[in-house]
């Protein structure tokens, strides 16, 4: 017992100061950080969205552009009625009828070949397609008895006629085969058609030779009609319809669901093939063609979504450095002079701040809209900038006029950071002045411009995405977020999805960069920095 | 000897942080007596200020009032209440009443958008049955006593428009407007200049004989309690190393840590003697050392230093010391007097 | 005191005047003429047409009479509907967003501080983490969306609310007021909160209770007012903007208000509309601005003392 009153030797103690492990400040923000759970989760989403703006174009089976023409709206879950054990069928909300799988996976846009407009009944066809070319350079005079408004190709030996369909769509009509023609023998001979049972040529009077116009009209509903015709490369497209057909009975869907007769509550429409007749939706499956559903012209939702994640960030991404740029510049040029070189440069920075920066951004889109600035050089015609392409006029509008916050924060900061010590010990030694701004002033201000320059993505995300709201953003066919909004707005009601996926990507865009913007702040606010 | 206002016992404050909890007051017991002034010494982070807050009931989340009793008496008789087990209605009833406050930044302790006036009519008329235009009169006089020089023109200015030292009287005018039996003044003169803190000191001790009250005064600075205090508790990581009269402190001091503190600040009497600096830093107090949380840095340390916490052991009527040194069974160490009848 | 009045008034019209210049000479060097048309106008006609509206003059001339006209607060003449002026325009349409405006931001007020103080207050509690959740939401959803939602839902599915125009009495305002408070409640929510926390931390909130203050006057007088400092900057531009239409609700809700107009000139390139309306916002959103800073002064004297 005695010897615990020993004196202990110095080496013996216990050093405390080797204790705790000193951190860096860009450790110790980034320690902070991690413990900021919303804030991890703001830079992950922000990790994803960059990732899939990038590389997600690369993995996306089709382009921006790509239109399906025979899948329009047609939404992400869509609806299917089962009439035999192998047929599948989507109405859509236009009331298409679209052939598809059990699991989704659509297939043929049927035609529309007649309609019962007084029982609300439509009735329809698949369509085959017939293409062929001709190789003979034959010519096929023309007879003399064709109709004014018929045009008749010497090449193929046909006369044309323009028509449209009852529900509006435009096709060309054949009035008139020349007997020689080779679409005739194509039509009833040529094998190689594999064309099935469903078909009934073998009943379509096709062709009289003397162009009488009622040779046209053919058997139980099925039409021939011609979709393209090119006499460069001597192709000619031919659709025909089976006559196998299917009517759909939407006279239920214009009822109330309170209203419709008992026990038909949930019945929308009445679908009947070959005296199969089915009222009841199958399943609700997920649209294997196109993951969230197609836009108003058939293009995949998802695809532009992601094509526009590319256009709103590169919007952002560009109008943030921009104003980084521009505004660090001023912010520490103003800091630094000081005197009255600060005081006209922030006399300047008010008066730009005392407009809503909305405003200024509207005022100068729709100036740049105008500018277009172009060059030849060697004898070739460069576009340099093209207000109405969209893109660079939203950058530059946003660049032009974001930086003012930029500015006064830097300016704030330069002016605390220039009164330091080693600020001074710097000039004592003769530093350049354009050193000390940046290596010894900048690099300090560091934290709050860069809180700052998060926070500007999503504000430039959300006001491109205003401004293409309102019709000031990016022109067709290329889509930012807001673009697609905004098209989708005119028949949100029948469609909300195409509204609500380019929403929810906005939103989530602006929750990660806000999130991460929260998460910095609070990690590089030095007032904190005490636990 | 005068009556007792104030006994704190076994107080312990911890305050909950992300990384653990950090013992900022780890069980201290010391009294105050009607009239004296007790300067609360120690370094930053030794937990002087969590004591004074404590006795205020000032702990505010994340930090907590562990253990151990506050116990004050009000008045004249006898009648303790514990500060600790007091609602919120009842303790708000005491503050700025019969124990108030002064803090260390008057730059940043009154509110800037409320002018003196108000802020002063607001305290007198809570504690109190003053109308307004008394009590307006009555803060008049308050700031006329602490040497505000224009207490008519000047009542109605707003805090920036007044320097550190001004604010810093129109706080003490406010702390002593209803005559209080304690007054805590926490670093009261750090943030100000050396005159200006001198005349603050002066100016504390004569409010203190007019009125009859009690002080704690707590600072970081020796010179302070050499000019001020009669009875001095020197704390280092959250404990009381020792405590005694100002005397006892400054002339007999029997904690290594308290001639540590002699040691390393200037002095204008003794010419050319060396400062010698407490070697090492202040304790981590999330993990505060086993033992004597000064062992690491103590030039005298042993190994039950490291063991054990030493008791407070008496070293005459006045005074004690919390150091394994006074024990009988410690080594003699030269100028350190064990104390007669110690165990 | 005076001075610091004066200073302000001074230094908002020489901005109004800057700005007006700026549009002015902005829209002259746009290429393009106000009269251009896809289908080519005869010289003659055109000459006629610039010489009507004075375009033939000198650029000066033009900025002279441009500015004096703005003085008497006239702002010009709609060269696409040729007899309506900017002024009508803005007199058809400002009652309808100015009551909109007023709807929501008495929300944003209403709802949004004591939300903000109720959150700080209960700081990590499950009130204070549904109503950030809100917020958070609040602030990251744009209007838009909040727009189309509501209509979506409140007027499509469920029925309870008309789903455009303001015809059908005072539900067709419910509607626009939520699209358009949503961001700004939203953002004013938050700032409440952390401004009340950043003033609870402050030593003067201390030193109130160390007083005895109760506690109700160390929050609503002493903390409060502190911390309405910050939202009060926001809260100015901010009804100065909702106020005069926010062009995104007003077009989703198909209400009569100014921001329909304004759009309506974006996309048919009326110039002088957009001009006018580009001004008048700023004029509107700079006394805004003004009244702002003097109800800053009332609150916060070291503003109005210090200069």
Known sequence: ?531 | MSKKILEVKNLETSFYTHLGEVQAVRNISFDLHQGEILGIVGESGSGKSVTSLSVMNLIEDPGEIKGGSIRFSPNVDDNFIDITKMTREQISQIRGNDISMIFQDPMTAMNPVFKIQNQMVEVIQRHTDLNKEDAIRRAKDLLGQVGIPDPEGQITDYPFQFSGGMRQRAMIATAISCNPRLLIADEPTTALDVTIQAQILELLKKLQNKIDMSIILITHDLGVIAEAATHVVVMYGGQIMEKGTVRDIFNNPMHPYTRGLHKSIPTATKEKKRLIPIEGSPPDLLDPPTGCPFNPRCPHAMTICTEESPKMYTVSDTQSSKCWLMDEKAPKVKGYKKPKGAK | MKRYYIKRVLSALATIIIIASVTFFIMKFIPGGPFTREKKIPQSILDSLNAKYGLDEPLLIQYKNYMLRLLQFDLGVSFKQQDTTVNEMIAQGFPTSAKVGILASSLIVLVGIPIGIISALKKSSAIDYSVMFLATLGVTVPNFVIATLIIYFFAGQWNILPTSGISEGPLSYVGPMIALAGYSLSFVARLTRSSMLEVLRQDYVRTARANGLSEFKVIYKHALKNAMIPVLTYLGPMIAAILTGSFVVEKIFVLPGMGRFFVESVTNRNFTVTIGFTVFYAVFYIIMILLVDIAYSIIDPRIRLDS
């Open chain 1, 1 to 531: 017992m005695k010897d615990k009153f020993k004196l202990l030797p110095k080496e013996e103690k216990r050093d405390i100061e080797e204790t705790r492990k000193s951190l860096t400040y860009w450790e110790d923000v980034w320690r902070r950080l991690k413990n900021h759970k919303s804030s991890m989760f703001g830079l992950v989403g922000v990790i994803l969205i960059v990732f899939v703006a990038i590389f997600g174009p690369f993995f996306s089976p089709y382009g921006y552009e790509d239109t399906f023409t025979d899948y329009i709206n047609v939404p992400p879950r869509i609806d299917i009625y089962k009439i035999t054990e192998e047929k599948y069928f989507y109405v859509s909300e236009n009331r298409y009828l679209i052939e598809s799988t059990e699991n989704g996976t659509l297939g043929t846009r049927y035609n529309e070949v007649a309609r019962d407009l007084i029982n609300r009944v439509l009735y329809f066809s698949k369509p085959y397609k017939i293409k062929t070319e001709i190789t003979s350079s034959t010519t096929y005079p023309a007879p003399t008895d064709l109709a004014e408004n018929v045009f008749y190709s010497e090449t193929w030996g046909i006369g044309l006629i323009d028509a449209e369909f009852a529900t509006g769509d435009e096709f060309i009509d054949i009035a008139y085969i020349h007997p020689d023609s080779p679409l005739t023998s194509l039509s009833f001979e040529e094998a190689d058609f594999e064309l099935n049972d469903d078909y009934l040529l073998d009943n379509v009077t096709f062709i009289n030779p003397s162009g009488d116009a009622d040779a046209i009209s053919s058997d139980e509903g099925a039409e021939f009609l011609i979709e393209q015709f090119d006499t460069n490369t001597k192709i000619i497209d031919i659709r025909v319809s089976s006559s196998d057909i299917v009517s759909v009975d939407y006279s239920l869907k214009l009822v109330e669901p309170s209203e419709r007769p008992e026990g038909m509550e949930d019945v929308i429409y009445q679908i009947e093939y070959k005296g199969n007749e089915v009222s009841e939706v199958y399943d609700t499956v997920r649209n294997q063609n196109n993951f969230l559903g197609t836009d108003h012209l058939g293009r995949d939702v998802l695809t532009r979504i992601i094509f526009g994640a590319r256009i709103s960030l590169t919007v952002a991404l560009v109008a943030t450095l921009v104003n980084f740029f521009i505004g660090v510049v001023y912010g520490t040029v103003a800091g630094y002079v000081g005197g009255s070189v600060d005081n006209y440069m922030m006399r300047i920075v008010d008066i730009i701040n005392s407009i809503p920066l909305v405003l200024y951004v509207i005022l100068l889109s729709v100036v740049l809209n105008e500018v277009v600035i172009d060059f030849n050089l060697f004898g070739r015609h460069f576009t340099l900038f093209r207000g109405s392409g969209g893109l660079g006029t939203i950058i530059v509008a946003l660049g032009f006029v974001y930086w003012v916050n930029m500015a006064r924060l830097v300016r704030g900061q330069i002016i605390g950071l220039k009164r330091q010590e080693y600020v001074l010990a710097a000039r004592t030694i003769g530093v350049s002045n354009i050193k000390i701004m940046t290596r010894h002033l900048v690099p300090n201000a560091m934290g709050p411009i860069i809180v700052s320059m998060t926070m500007m993505i999503p504000a430039a995300v959300f006001t491109e995405a205003f401004l293409s709201f309102i019709g000031l953003g990016v022109s067709a066919p290329q889509a930012s977020w807001g673009t697609l909004a905004n098209e989708a707005l005119q028949a949100f009601r029948r469609y909300p999805y195409q509204l609500f996926y380019p929403s929810l990507a906005i939103s989530i865009t602006m929750l990660a960069f806000n999130f991460l913007g929260d998460g910095l702040r609070d990690a590089l606010d030095p007032r904190l920095r005490q636990g």
